[in-house]
């Protein structure tokens, strides 16, 4: 096993590069499923849950390529339903290749995702979706098993806006005959990105990015050829906190500004300074930041995945802040780790209450998921002293050599193997 370690108490400096997006690559394999024939893909990102997205599709009759941010997946012969339980327990989106194996194959087993450490995770929404285009759904022995002999469109009402919930809809939708809408549609920049990418396999998709999103079906989809995938915004939320500590001064490239209002807003009211420049954002860091509020909304609001990060900073903050979390209200493993290094959080329902610290201390800590990870890494930088971070394989499934590209702008961090 690989622990992470760092010397902490010094601001970062320069310039780090933002890789592809780890949640719009992943419906864009998914998407692959739909049309037969070679894809194309580039600025892949290098991480575990890509690698088990490549694997899935493989045990379904995919043959793939990839190295160095380029990847091939020829869906040709694609002929199995199955992603076992095995492989959906390290990666619940997984569940991505639910509609489009409806949608291809007239049947799907997937197994469904149990709980996980950010929480609760129901997948009930992609289910009452699928079974209005048509699709009959049973459980079974932990698997969902879906049949269809024709998929038709229909109005989906979501109850609650959801990510993956929207991206199998419109992976399904998109070959069902007629038309489907999609109320409360999620609004995610990686939902336009699947849109558009859709659309370029010879689709019909309208409205992505507004909460209604409409489909005409059509017959047949076309493979995509170097479609280069969008960058990680949450890669780059992280960097951006990694400036406003201990007065960083980083220049964050290959990422956009406008997929980061909420962020930027929030650390602008920090103190950061938060500049937009030609290929990304700058963020300069102060000496204490001010303490802020903040809740966790669906997107263009403050997204949960950076809600662990934000934390961090908040720990180091000249006050109180209320950090409250609506869409995943037990996602706050992090905040033990954090207590070990001295910061003064208390829990409260679904928030949590900082009282910054001018200080907090390097600790063996342990990583519980992948946004806790990044947020623990953080406090490493930030702390005074070595910090020793374990289970970092939650870091490695959606980080493209985070630790690296830290490196590379001054942190002091290497691995070990124990
Ligand atoms: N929900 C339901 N029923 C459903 C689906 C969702 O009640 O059928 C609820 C969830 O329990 C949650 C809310 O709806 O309270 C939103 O969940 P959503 O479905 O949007 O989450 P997701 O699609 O499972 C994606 C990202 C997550 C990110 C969330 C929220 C991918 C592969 N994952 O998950 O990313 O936190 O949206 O933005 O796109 C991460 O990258 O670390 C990560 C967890």
Redesign the pocket.
């Known amino acids: 096993m690989e622990i992470i370690l760092i010397e902490g108490g010094k601001g970062l400096k320069g310039e780090i590069r933002v890789s592809g997006a ?2 719009a690559v ?2 864009l394999m998914a998407a692959c499923i739909l049309n037969s024939g070679v894809n194309s893909f580039t600025n892949v990102p290098d991480l575990a849950d890509v690698r088990t997205m490549v694997e899935l599709l493989e045990i379904i009759g995919a043959k793939i390529e990839f190295e160095n941010g380029d990847m091939t997946i020829d869906s040709t012969n694609i002929n199995k339903w199955e992603a076992p339980y095995d492989l959906v327990k390290t990666m ?2 997984s569940v ?1 290749v639910l509609g489009p194996l409806i949608a291809r194959l007239g049947k799907a087993r997937v197994s469904l995702p149990g709980g996980c450490a ?11 979706g699928l079974s209005i285009l048509g699709s009959k759904i049973d459980l079974e022995e932990g698997y969902v098993e879906a049949t269809a002999k024709e998929l038709r469109g229909g109005i989906i009402p979501f ?7 929207t ?1 199998n809809i419109m992976l399904s939708a998109v070959i069902a005959k007629g038309e489907t809408l999609i109320l409360n549609a ?1 609004c ?1 920049p ?1 939902i336009v990105e699947l849109a558009n990418f859709l659309n370029n396999m010879g689709a019909k998709v309208e409205g992505a990015g507004t909460d209604i999103i409409t489909i005409n079906g059509v017959d047949e989809l076309k493979p995509v050829v170097n479609h280069e995938v969008m960058p990680d915004r ?1 890669e780059a939320g992280t960097f951006m906190v990694a400036a406003a500590l201990n007065q960083g001064d980083l220049t964050i490239t290959n990422c956009k500004f406008e997929h980061l209002g909420a962020l930027s807003g929030k650390l602008i009211q920090t103190g950061a300074e938060v500049i937009k420049t030609e290929s990304g954002i700058r963020v300069v860091g102060v000496d204490r930041p001010k303490s802020i509020d903040f809740t966790t909304l ?2 263009p609001g403050f ?3 950076m809600q662990a990060q934000m934390m961090t900073l908040m720990c180091l903050s000249n006050g109180l802040s209320i950090i409250t979390e609506t ?3 037990q996602r706050f493993m992090h905040t033990g780790e954090l207590r070990r290094m001295g910061a003064q959080i208390k829990l409260v329902g679904n928030s949590a209450v900082v009282r910054g610290v001018s200080e907090i201390s390097a600790a063996p800590i342990m990583a519980s ?3 806790a990870s990044a947020s623990l890494i953080l406090a490493g930088i930030a702390a005074k002293g070595k910090t020793e971070v374990s289970r970092v394989y939650h870091l490695d499934r ?1 980080y493209d050599g985070m630790d690296k590209k830290l490196e590379q702008v001054g942190a002091r961090i290497w691995r070990e193997k124990i």
């Not at 109850?159 to 919930?165: F, M, R, Y």
């Open positions: 780890k949640n992943l419906p619940r989106a991505l950010i929480g609760e995770r129901p997948i009930d929404q992609h289910m009452k109850d609650v806006s959801t990510v993956t919930g991206e999620a995610e990686e949450i669906p997107y997204p949960t995945d869409i995943f209200p998921d992948l946004r959606g």
